[in-house]
Nanobody, 126 residues
Framework: QVRLQESGGRPVQAGDSLRLSCTASVPIGQTNNYYVMAWFRQAPGKEREFVAGIRWKDGYTEFGDSVKGRFTVSRDTAKNMMYLQMSSLKSEDTAVYLC????????????????WGQGTQVTVSS
């Protein structure tokens, strides 16, 4: 089991930028094509939503439609860390952001992930 710790969430204004980090407790499997780390988010009263994911071995990325062009995701394999760079933030980006990892065939499918962090709160005020 991999323990994940998110950080970086805080209150911001609409239009601001923010970077979130996720740290894994153990080295992520770089030899397996299907090992993925991803960001999901959950706002009060809404279903959990896929934000962005990155395949650990080759850095392939996918993004949810609502964040394409505004968010980027990256990884530091030496530090076992993943980052979410968010720009042009909107009030609808307000949510708890969670990172997840696992051997994943469908990057956008939350049910494919094995391990989850506790989340970090991002609040965007307009």
């Amino acid at each position: 089991q991999v323990r994940l710790q998110e950080s970086g969430g805080r209150p911001v204004q609409a239009g601001d930028s923010l970077r979130l980090s996720c740290t894994a407790s153990v080295p992520i499997g770089q030899t397996n094509n299907y090992y993925v780390m991803a960001w999901f988010r959950q706002a009060p009263g809404k279903e959990r939503e896929f934000v962005a994911g990155i395949r650990w071995k080759d850095g392939y990325t996918e993004f949810g439609d609502s964040v394409k062009g505004r968010f980027t995701v990256s990884r530091d394999t030496a530090k076992n860390m993943m980052y979410l760079q968010m720009s042009s933030l909107k009030s609808e980006d307000t949510a708890v952001y969670l990172c997840a990892t696992g051997l994943v065939a469908r990057i956008m499918n939350q049910n494919d992930y094995d391990d989850w962090g506790q989340g970090t709160q991002v609040t965007v005020s307009s």
